[in-house]
C-alpha cells in the first residue's frame, strides 16, 4: 500500500481514540498536514538511487499526566510601561517574544509600552520547566489570563478605552499599582496503572514531513535533497519563531538520522561526534496548518519538539525507497549503510 495512503487511512482526525483510550475532540490536524504535502507525494519522480520518504507523528504538549501549571503576573510600573513578570526561561526558543506578544495583543498595545521580566525567582513565580514543548501553550495561556483580567479593570475603571495611562498612575500612586495573577494548569488525568488508560495531554501538535534524498551506493553517502515540513501548530503566534524552530528541527532530524551517535568510552568531542553543517543542509520548505487549540492563548499549541522527530523516519523511509533496503539502526552512517547494501548484493 501507498505510504500516503495508508497514513490517510489511519491517520488520527477528530473524533479518534489514542492508545490510552482519549478521544481527540479538537485541533486535530494530522490529515490536514497530510493533504498539504500530498500534491508533492504525487508528483514525485523516480530515479535511480533517488528515493522518497514520509514521515509523520503527534505529540502531547506538557508534562505527562501530572499537573504542570504556569503563573504569570502583569502590573503598571512608574514609568508607565506594562510590565509581564514570568518565571519562564527562554533557552533560545523565543518565548520572550511570543509572550510579549500575547500581552500586547490581549491588551491591544504596542511593544514599546511593555517591559519583561522573566527567569527571576526573587520577583517572578513558578512557570514550570522549559521542556515538553509547553510555554507557548501553557505559560503562553496563563499570560493570557493576566493580560485578560488587568484589561477587564481598566475598563471597568473607564480607563482604557481612553488609554489613560498618566490617569492610572495618578488613581493608584500612593496606594499602589494593582497586580494581575494569571494561571493555567492544562486539565489531563494520570494514566491508570493497571489499564493504561487515561488523558495524559490536553492537546497535541502533527506534523507531516517528505523528504527526498540521493545514496551513493558505492560509498553508503546519503545526500538530503529537499525537505517538505507541515505542521499544525493550533495558531501562529510569531512566524519567524515557528519557522525557525522547524528548521532546527530538520536539521536535528538529519544528524539523529545520518550522524550522529554517542558511543560511551569512544566518543571523547566534536572530533568524532558528527553533527549537521550548513553544508550538509537541505532546501525545506515549511507549511502551517492552523486548527486552533479552544485552551490555548489565542489557539496556539506548539512546535519545539515537533519540529524534530518526523525528520529521522522520513530520511530512513526515503533511504529504503533509494535503495530497496530499510535500516533498521541510526545513525545510518556511510559505514552502516554500506554493510547493508553488501549484505542484499
Known amino acids: 500500500m501507498d505510504p500516503y495512503d495508508i497514513r490517510l487511512k489511519n491517520g488520527l482526525r477528530k473524533g479518534s481514540l489514542t492508545a490510552t483510550s482519549q478521544r481527540l475532540e479538537a485541533s486535530v490536524g494530522y490529515i490536514e498536514t497530510l493533504r498539504v504535502i500530498e500534491p508533492f507525494w504525487r508528483k514525485k519522480k523516480k530515479t535511480p538511487f533517488r528515493g522518497f520518504g514520509l514521515g509523520s507523528m503527534f505529540y502531547g504538549m506538557g508534562n505527562t499526566g501530572i499537573s504542570n501549571p504556569s503563573w504569570a503576573h502583569v502590573t503598571l510600573r512608574e514609568d508607565g510601561k506594562i510590565c509581564l513578570h514570568t518565571g519562564v526561561c527562554d533557552i533560545g526558543q523565543g518565548s520572550d517574544t511570543v509572550l510579549l506578544q500575547i500581552l500586547c495583543e490581549t491588551l491591544d498595545v504596542s511593544e514599546k509600552d511593555v517591559a519583561l521580566v522573566r527567569a527571576d525567582t526573587d520577583l517572578t513565580s513558578d512557570a514550570g520547566s522549559t521542556s515538553a514543548s509547553r510555554q507557548t501553550y501553557i505559560s503562553g495561556r496563563a499570560v493570557y489570563n493576566a493580560a485578560l483580567k488587568m484589561r477587564e479593570f481598566l475598563e471597568k475603571e473607564g480607563f482604557y478605552r481612553k488609554r489613560d495611562i498618566k490617569g492610572i498612575l495618578d488613581a493608584y500612586k500612593d496606594k499602589g499599582y494593582p497586580v494581575f495573577e494569571g494561571y493555567f494548569d492544562p486539565p489531563t488525568t494520570a ?22 534524498v540521493e545514496v551513493d551506493t558505492r560509498t553508503g553517502y546519503t545526500k538530503v535533497i529537499k525537505v517538505y515540513a507541515c505542521h499544525d501548530v493550533g495558531k501562529v503566534i ?25 558511543i560511551p568510552g569512544k566518543t571523547r568531542s566534536f572530533d568524532n561526534y558528527y553533527i549537521p553543517t550548513s553544508m550538509d543542509m537541505p532546501d525545506v520548505e515549511v507549511f502551517l496548518v492552523e486548527d486552533e487549540e479552544p485552551t490555548g492563548p ?38 552502516r549503510l554500506k554493510k547493508i547494501l553488501k549484505v542484499r548484493r
Open 298 to 335: 489565542f489557539g496556539a499549541k506548539g512546535v519545539g519538539e515537533p519540529a524534530l522527530i518526523p525528520q529521522a523516519a522520513s530520511i530512513v523511509n526515503a533511504i529504503a525507497d533509494a535503495t530497496g533496503v530499510r535500516p533498521y539502526e541510526l545513525p545510518c552512517d556511510m559505514e
Open 238 to 262: 510569531n512566524l519567524k519563531n515557528v519557522k525557525g524552530q522547524i528548521l532546527g528541527g530538520v536539521a536535528m532530524g538529519l544528524g539523529f538520522a545520518l550522524m550522529e551517535e554517542y
Open 191 to 212: 494514566l491508570d496503572p493497571e489499564t493504561s488508560r487515561g488523558i495524559p495531554y490536553a492537546t497535541y501538535a502533527y506534523a507531516t514531513h517528505m523528504t527526498e
